[in-house]
T-cell receptor, first 115, second 114 residues
Framework: AQKITQTQPGMFVQEKEAVTLDCTYD???????LFWYKQPSSGEMIFLIY??????QNATEGRYSLNFQKARKSANLVISASQLGDSAMYFC????????????FGQGTRLTINP | SQTIHQWPATLVQPVGSPLSLECTVE??????LYWYRQAAGRGLQLLFY??????ISSEVPQNLSASRPQDRQFILSSKKLLLSDSGFYLC?????????????FGQGTRLTVV
């Protein structure tokens, strides 16, 4: 079974600094997708970035990048030049390729950006 | 473009009352559909998923049920709510294809059982 682990319940960062949110995963499937979502206080789930297990390069989307280390089974999210609006819950998730392609989530990290 | 609608946004229901949360998707056909529940400050727990009309799979035993009467409609129900059913409920959809792509979420329903 797939499992996602986020070991940082909370992170506090100064505005404009870079921040790394940790995520490790466990799966026996050679094909999978890794995702990061942002959940502001409103509750909506905002898709940020995706990494496929066979992708050779780390994914990047604007200020977001994914540090994918396949051998270590880690998929850390890096946010560069953090902004006050980045304060939110961040969830790492994995999708399996078979069947319903369920999305399995970690417990999340609450990121607070201080001015 | 594809959109997902979920309602109501908030709901306060007494213990023992029935529940019906509805989710509809527009702009796509034969999506995979999911219901998640999130306890306060916690991660998302998958409750039900569906790969087609009338096809429902349950992830955890509970007081809830789900139905998919139409291709793009997913309903979460309960005959008698419990206090423990309180939480934030999210509907999501995805395109069933490979490689896998992201899932898209509705705005969520905040349910308080009193």
């Amino acid at each position: 079974a797939q499992k996602i682990t986020q070991t940082q319940p909370g992170m506090f960062v100064q505005e404009k600094e870079a921040v790394t949110l940790d995520c490790t995963y466990d799966t026996s499937d050679p094909s999978y997708g890794l995702f990061w979502y942002k959940q502001p206080s409103s509750g909506e789930m905002i898709f940020l970035i995706y990494q496929g297990s066979y992708d050779q390069q780390n994914a990047t989307e604007g200020r977001y990048s994914l540090n994918f280390q396949k051998a270590r089974k880690s998929a850390n999210l890096v946010i560069s030049a953090s902004q006050l609006g980045d304060s939110a819950m961040y969830f790492c998730a994995m999708r399996e390729p078979q069947g319903a392609q369920k999305l399995v989530f970690g417990q999340g990290t609450r990121l607070t950006i201080n001015p | 473009s594809q959109t997902i609608h979920q309602w109501p946004a908030t709901l306060v229901q007494p213990v023992g009352s029935p529940l019906s949360l509805e989710c509809t998707v527009e702009g796509t056909s034969n999506p995979n559909l999911y219901w998640y529940r999130q306890a306060a400050g916690r991660g998302l727990q998958l409750l039900f998923y569906s790969v087609g009309i009338g096809q429902i799979s349950s992830e955890v035993p509970q007081n809830l049920s789900a139905s998919r009467p139409q291709d793009r409609q997913f309903i979460l129900s309960s005959k008698k709510l419990l206090l423990s059913d309180s939480g934030f409920y999210l509907c999501a959809w995805s395109v069933p294809r490979l490689p896998v792509t992201e899932a898209f979420f509705g705005q969520g329903t905040r349910l308080t059982v009193v």
